[in-house]
């Protein structure tokens, strides 16, 4: 199972930005896809869920409204996209592939930094 993550991002404030996420190994459709992300020196935030079956969503309250989750199952990639970016929106950006049971695996890390 891999999840290969795109590359680090650089945004002015009020700007978006879009991670992406390609997974492989595995039946994209059978797990779900959480994304999660961690400020510096702060703990792992959970952001919210995306159901590749149906494009179903879940998002953290804390996200309402500036966070979008899509899922492509013709190329197994899975997106967040931020808006009205807050440099307080730094960090390291997680994708996370879960069965729904015991098993799950994490994509290596999106950096996101927000800056003038």
């Known amino acids: 199972v891999q999840l290969v993550q795109s590359g680090a991002e650089l945004r002015n404030p009020g700007a978006s930005v879009k991670v992406s996420c390609k997974a492989s190994g595995y039946t994209f459709t059978s797990y779900y896809i959480d994304w999660v992300r961690q400020a510096p020196g702060q703990g792992l935030e959970w952001m919210g869920r995306?159901?590749?079956?149906?494009?179903?969503?879940k998002y953290a309250q804390k996200f309402q409204g500036r966070v979008t989750f899509t899922a492509d199952t013709s190329t197994t990639t899975a997106y967040v996209e931020l808006s009205s970016l807050k440099p307080e929106d730094t960090g390291v950006y997680y994708c996370?592939?879960?069965?729904?049971?015991?098993?799950?695996?994490w994509g290596r890390g999106t950096q996101v930094t927000v800056s003038s």
């Open positions: 996370n592939a879960w069965d729904g049971d015991y098993l799950d695996y």
């Open positions: 995306i159901d590749p079956v149906d494009g179903h969503t």
